[in-house]
């Protein structure tokens, strides 16, 4: 059984800076697929941005220059890093892990950029 647990959100400023960290615990090892999604209040989740056990990385348009994905397989994490924020960008963020059929969420943190 895998567990995730993502930190870092919270309120910022439109073009502020967050890093979320998803810590997964358990049998969790470098050759899962990360990824970290979004759900804004109304909207359908979206996949934000992935990144592959040899370190391949895919993002969303919307993000795509302002987000960075990584990950740090001997501390079992994963980082996204936001820049630019804008006020669409106001979502919860959620970790995912997904291997074969395996499939692992978090309980997701809040992120919201107003001024």
């Known amino acids: 059984q895998v567990q995730l647990v993502e930190s870092g959100g919270g309120l910022v400023q439109p073009g502020g800076s967050l890093r979320l960290s998803c810590a997964a615990s358990?049998?969790?090892?470098?050759?899962?697929?990360m990824g970290w999604y979004r759900q804004a209040p109304g909207k359908q989740r979206e996949l934000v941005a992935t990144?592959?056990?040899?370190?391949?990385?895919g993002y969303a348009d919307s993000v795509k220059g302002r987000f960075t994905i990584s990950r740090d397989n001997a501390k079992n994490t994963v980082y996204l890093q936001m820049n630019s924020l804008k006020p669409e960008d106001t979502a919860v963020y959620s970790c995912?892990?997904?291997?074969?059929?395996?499939?692992?969420w978090g309980q997701g943190t809040q992120v919201t950029v107003s001024s």
């Open positions: 995912h892990a997904n291997r074969a059929w395996l499939n692992y």
């Open positions: 990144i592959t056990s040899g370190g391949s990385t």
């Open positions: 358990g049998r969790l090892t470098g050759t899962y697929t």
